[in-house]
Nanobody
Framework: QVKLVESGGATVQPGGSLRLSCVAS????????VGWFRQAPGKAREMVSC????????NYADFVKGRFTIVRDNAKRTVDLYMNSLKPEDTGVYYC?????????????????????WGQGTQVTVSS
């Protein structure tokens, strides 16, 4: 069992930066793939990024490539999402999710939503 808690959401101006953190309790994050998702008002949840447990695979949605970076620290049980050059369309609730994945292959396909564990979300608003 893994419990996930996100933090770091805020209101920022376009072009600004944020770091979101996902902290796990219960089981360690070893052998878990972790993904970040977002959901804007009135829209479906969409995948943002994914990282496998041994750091060999990072995957990003096209709309964040070159702007966002996912970083994990298994010892600290954290997976951070560094967001730069933020745009108004990045506004939404950001969620992290985890899935047990010893093989490390879960993140090879980005558009996966079948994670077993989800956090409660943190709000990001990009507005001038």
């Amino acid at each position: 069992q893994v419990k996930l808690v996100e933090s770091g959401g805020a209101t920022v101006q376009p072009g600004g930066s944020l770091r979101l953190s996902c902290v796990a309790s219960g089981d360690s994050l070893n052998y878990y793939a972790v993904g970040w998702f977002r959901q804007a008002p009135g829209k479906a949840r969409e995948m943002v990024s994914c990282i496998n447990w041994h750091h060999s695979t990072e995957n990003y949605a096209d709309f964040v490539k070159g702007r966002f970076t996912i970083v994990r620290d298994n010892a600290k049980r954290t997976v951070d999402l560094y967001m730069n050059s933020l745009k108004p369309e990045d506004t939404g609730v950001y969620y992290c999710a985890a899935e047990f994945d010893v093989s490390g292959s879960f993140c090879e396909r980005l558009a996966r939503y079948d994670y077993d564990y989800w956090g409660q979300g943190t709000q990001v608003t990009v507005s001038s």
